[in-house]
């Protein structure tokens, strides 16, 4: 094997090692150290120059940038997921031809989706979607991260809490979790405009809590301006707190009469 193949196939196993035991800090040196050492290789993107061992160098690095996808969601790093991310894709899409299939591939595909989805990049989400190919639709984790989106833009709450229960893969579980207090603030935040009171239990089913302490601890660390008190969550103080819009009624009855009087100059 080529010296320099060899040195990045030992710096690598170092790399999974630590990555086991958790060890973020030398995952984060020895990551940057094999991609200092990838720049060597003329066959990996955007070059993708024919060497003797180019299918082994795509194959390590694709390997390397997998496993580093991993480690930032470990670290619960979306910054580092989007770089790494996006210096993974070419090895799925240029070099698709030139390699076996990584097993990996579509838990990351569907992984970013899932980022896309809890960051609100919709259109993104869609564009991305739209590049995958009729196998990779019927992934499981692809169509996870579809349904998702799905019962997240017709507002069935419920079913993107309770799909954290069966996500395709343990990396998920970051994401899902970030989805999921997005959601259970949407849910929060319409209650206390809705209602002036709710049960425990019946704050407890909205929110898709399964406890009162959770119910209670959620409250203490997101909702502080509730009140529980005789059995019920108040949300009075909530509204008392909230600033007061005044509809600018007549601005907008003006602009109106403007605009009908100018369409119908124009008729």
Same mark, same amino acid.
């Given at each position: 094997m080529d010296p320099k193949l060899t040195e990045v196939s030992q710096l690598?196993?170092?790399?999974?090692?630590?990555?086991?035991r958790n060890d973020f800090d030398t995952c984060s040196k020895l990551l940057s150290q094999l991609?200092?050492? !990838?720049?060597?290789?003329? *066959?990996?993107?955007?070059?993708?120059? +024919? $060497?003797? /061992?180019?299918?082994?160098? !795509?194959?390590?690095?694709?390997?390397?940038?997998e496993h580093a996808v991993v480690l930032s969601v470990k670290m619960e790093d979306q910054d580092a997921f989007e770089r790494d991310f996006f210096q993974l894709k070419p090895y799925y899409t240029d070099a698709g031809n030139r390699l076996t299939q990584s097993p990996q591939e579509y838990p990351i595909l569907g992984l970013n989706l899932l980022r896309l989805?809890?960051? /609100?990049?919709? &259109?993104?989400?869609? $564009? +991305?979607?739209?590049?995958?190919? &009729? /196998? &990779? %639709?019927e992934n499981t984790c692809i169509?996870?991260?579809?349904?998702l989106e799905q019962s997240f833009m017709e507002g069935a709450y419920n079913r993107v809490l309770t799909a954290r229960q069966t996500v395709p893969h343990e990396t998920y579980v970051y994401f899902m979790d970030l989805l999921a207090r997005t959601v259970r603030d949407e849910i929060a935040g319409?209650?206390?405009?809705?209602?002036? *009171? %709710? $049960?425990?239990?019946?704050?407890?089913?909205?929110?898709?809590?399964?406890?009162?302490? +959770?119910?209670?601890?959620?409250?203490?660390?997101?909702?502080?301006?509730?009140e529980v008190k005789n059995g019920l969550v108040v949300f009075q103080k909530a509204k008392e707190s909230a600033p007061f819009k005044e509809i600018p009624s007549l601005q907008?009855?003006?602009? $109106? %009469?403007?605009? &009908?009087?100018? %369409?119908?100059?124009?008729?």
């Amino acid at each position: 094997m080529d010296p320099k193949l060899t040195e990045v196939s030992q710096l690598f196993e170092r790399f999974k090692a630590a990555l086991v035991r958790n060890d973020f800090d030398t995952c984060s040196k020895l990551l940057s150290q094999l991609k200092i050492l !990838l720049i060597e290789f003329k *066959s990996l993107p955007p070059l993708f120059e +024919e $060497t003797p /061992n180019a299918v082994q160098e !795509l194959t390590i690095a694709r390997d390397i940038y997998e496993h580093a996808v991993v480690l930032s969601v470990k670290m619960e790093d979306q910054d580092a997921f989007e770089r790494d991310f996006f210096q993974l894709k070419p090895y799925y899409t240029d070099a698709g031809n030139r390699l076996t299939q990584s097993p990996q591939e579509y838990p990351i595909l569907g992984l970013n989706l899932l980022r896309l989805l809890v960051q /609100n990049r919709i &259109a993104e989400f869609h $564009t +991305e979607l739209e590049l995958l190919s &009729a /196998n &990779a %639709l019927e992934n499981t984790c692809i169509k996870h991260a579809v349904e998702l989106e799905q019962s997240f833009m017709e507002g069935a709450y419920n079913r993107v809490l309770t799909a954290r229960q069966t996500v395709p893969h343990e990396t998920y579980v970051y994401f899902m979790d970030l989805l999921a207090r997005t959601v259970r603030d949407e849910i929060a935040g319409c209650s206390e405009k809705a209602y002036d *009171s %709710l $049960t425990v239990k019946d704050a407890r089913e909205m929110l898709l809590i399964s406890s009162d302490q +959770e119910l209670f601890d959620y409250i203490k660390e997101e909702h502080p301006e509730w009140e529980v008190k005789n059995g019920l969550v108040v949300f009075q103080k909530a509204k008392e707190s909230a600033p007061f819009k005044e509809i600018p009624s007549l601005q907008l009855i003006n602009q $109106t %009469l403007s605009y &009908a009087r100018e %369409l119908e100059r124009i008729v």
